[in-house]
């Protein structure tokens, strides 16, 4: 296993044998979202292997409407359980 599939923010793995979760095929960019942090990661590959790091501002509204539609989504699926928990906080 190398070690370059983990989110650059919190370390979590992001490979599922070799394929990397969530990984779209976006334009020119393979972008996918971290499951435990929920950060935007930019996926690029070279001939010394594939690199991840994490999306900017500009490049994420730089991506097609499409695109950060599916990220806003499934950034509100991984982020649900927190949200669920604050709300559950609040009632009491
Ligand atoms: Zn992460």
Redesign the pocket.
Known sequence: MVGETC?P??G?ELAEGRVVAGRKELGRENVSI?R??A?VLILSESATGLAIRAATVSEYFGLPEESQTLLRVAFELIKRPRRQSRMVRQLN
């Open positions: 989110c923010k919190c979590a971290c435990d942090c950060e």
